[in-house]
């Protein structure tokens, strides 16, 4: 009786799990525009990182270095401008970012202190924990 109790609640189980009709799930929501071209943004980003940190352990010579660096900072560019063209299109001028670095930077130079390296200068969109020009830390960074 036990079991034909526990047989008949599995095979319910089952059936209410494998037998869900597709018009019952909600529907999938489109990724946002350009939203392949950010990842691609990201992975660039962080082989900048990873160059530069070769670079510093000295595993690449000046000219490798130059010459990775370059295709990298030419790749990296036409990704942003085919980004900036799918972004006009869509009608979409990032306003989501925009609001989210206001609250940062009336937070104080604390919340930003990680978008500039104090090392070399060099400007991000976003605050860092490493510089991704010189790899060095960068202090109130958060990533």
Do not use: W
Not at 78 to 90: C, M, N, T, W, Y
Not at 128 to 138: R, S, V
């Amino acid at each position: 009786m036990l079991f034909a109790i526990a047989v008949a609640l599995t095979a319910g189980v089952l059936a209410f799990v494998f037998l869900v009709r597709p018009e019952d799930l909600p529907p999938e929501e489109p990724p946002p525009p350009g939203a392949h071209l950010e990842e691609r943004k990201a992975v660039i980003y962080d082989n900048l990182r990873d160059l530069n940190f070769e670079y510093s352990t000295g595993k690449l010579s000046d000219e490798d270095y130059a010459k990775a660096k370059a295709t990298l900072q030419a790749e990296l560019e036409k990704v942003q401008a085919e980004l900036e063209k799918v972004l006009a299109r869509a009608g979409a001028a990032r306003p989501a970012k925009k609001s989210q670095a206001a609250p940062a930077a009336a937070a104080g130079p604390s919340a930003a202190a990680g978008a500039v390296c104090p090392h070399c200068g060099a400007k991000f969109d976003r605050p860092l924990k490493f510089c991704g020009e010189c790899g060095k830390p960068m202090a109130g960074g958060t990533a």
